[in-house]
């Protein structure tokens, strides 16, 4: 089973970017769609990003939407999140999740259809 490994958060100032990976230590990292979620202290975990096992498939939330792109390097077993023109309001500790697929298209947007996330990355958006 895979087991995610988030890395590349930091303190990042308004307007700045970030790109956080998600190491996966499976050799079948391609079996599995993966997402990001992230938490702020205070309020509930919500959707980041999602993409399909082979990647052809992804999706957003509108908050994150035109901002974040969500990508994979199957042949390294990582995946990505390139975050560009940060906001204070995108200050949360993020988690990588995967899921088992056994499609390639598919993408899953709740936190509850994943089986493994990972300790989770503090990004901190500074005005």
């Known amino acids: 089973q895979v087991q995610p490994v988030e890395s590349g958060g930091g303190v990042v100032q308004v307007g700045g970017s970030l790109r956080l990976s998600c190491a996966a230590s499976?050799?079948?990292?391609?079996?599995?769609?993966m997402g990001w979620f992230r938490q702020a202290p205070g309020k509930e975990r919500s959707f980041v990003a999602a993409?399909?096992?082979?990647?052809?498939?992804?999706a957003y939330p509108d908050s994150v939407k035109g901002r974040f792109t969500i990508s994979r390097d199957n042949a390294k077993n990582t995946l990505y999140l390139q975050m560009n023109g940060l906001k204070p309001e995108d200050t949360a500790v993020y988690y990588c999740?995967?899921?088992?697929?056994?499609?390639?298209?598919?993408?899953?947007?709740?936190?509850?259809?994943?089986?493994?996330w990972g300790q989770g990355t503090q990004v901190t958006v500074s005005s």
């Open positions: 999740a995967a899921r088992r697929d056994y499609g390639t298209s598919r993408t899953y947007t709740s936190w509850d259809d994943y089986i493994a």
């Open positions: 499976s050799y079948t990292f391609s079996s599995y769609a």
């Open positions: 993409i399909s096992r082979i990647g052809g498939s992804t």
